[in-house]
């Protein structure tokens, strides 16, 4: 994987993840679109705020690996 999608991801996660952490019922509403399905896992966890708070620890902690994980030898100039 090149590193520019490695601090992508990284980026990403770590966003995510504290998005849920901070506001778990604000972040899943806004997510509410799309297919049935995941409109339903959004309200699902909209109703769990403690259960999209882990969730979103993991991400974040995801997030933190993969961006801690790089070479300096990988830096992109």
């Given at each position: 994987?090149?590193?520019?999608?490695?601090?992508?991801?990284?980026?990403?996660?770590?966003?995510?993840?504290?998005?849920?952490?901070?506001?778990?019922?604000?972040?899943?509403?806004?997510?509410?679109?799309?297919?049935?399905?995941?409109?339903s896992?959004?309200?699902?966890?909209?109703?769990?705020?403690?259960l999209?708070r882990?969730?979103?620890?993991?991400?974040l902690a995801?997030?933190?690996?993969?961006?801690l994980?790089?070479?300096?030898?990988?830096?992109?100039v």
């Amino acid at each position: 994987m090149s590193s520019r999608w490695k601090d992508f991801g990284a980026m990403l996660l770590i966003g995510d993840g504290m998005m849920a952490l901070i506001r778990p019922r604000r972040y899943t509403s806004e997510w509410e679109i799309g297919p049935s399905e995941w409109r339903s896992l959004m309200r699902f966890l909209n109703e769990r705020p403690n259960l999209t708070r882990a969730l979103g620890a993991i991400e974040l902690a995801g997030g933190l690996v993969l961006a801690l994980s790089r070479d300096e030898s990988e830096a992109v100039v």
